[in-house]
């Protein structure tokens, strides 16, 4: 850990010096937290007194107790970073060949075009209009 400046080396304390902004720099009025650990991360099958909340009668609570009670968000620690984007990637490397490997496969057109009697001339609109694949073409 390292020293404050205005700590005494031989001592490790500061000096009161009666300004609170020096004397008490967390500014809880002096309370000595607790180390700073999720009560998620203590053992569950420990003999606590309080089993649910796994803390003993006496224990001091730290000052940040919402955040590191065992009722807060949980850390998600099962993957690192790492370990996410490989995943992420292996998953949109197998879609995107699963993607690929069914447009290779899939048909574009029907195996046989449907063909009309005399190509519907009449019905699409006239001789001008663009003509449907008659019987004779097919």
Do not use: F, K, M
């Given at each position: 850990m390292a020293q404050d400046a205005t700590e005494d080396p031989n001592t490790g304390f500061?000096?009161?010096t009666g300004d609170?902004?020096?004397d008490d720099p967390d500014m809880n009025g002096g309370y000595i937290n607790p180390p700073r650990q999720p009560r998620q991360f203590r053992d569950p099958y420990g003999d606590w007194w309080d089993k649910q909340e796994r803390r003993n009668f006496g224990e001091p609570?730290?000052?940040d107790?919402?955040?590191l009670g065992i009722f807060s968000?949980?850390?998600y620690t099962h993957f690192t970073p790492?370990?996410?984007?490989v995943m992420l990637g292996c998953f949109i490397a197998t879609v995107g060949g699963l993607c690929g490997i069914v447009s290779i496969f899939y048909p574009d057109k029907?195996?046989?075009p449907r063909t009309f009697p005399g190509g519907l001339d009449r019905e699409l609109g006239g001789s001008r209009a663009p003509l449907a694949p008659s019987d004779e073409e097919a």
């Open positions: 500061r000096p009161v609170p902004e020096i609570v730290h000052e107790n919402d955040i968000l949980e850390e790492a370990q996410g984007l029907p195996s046989v």
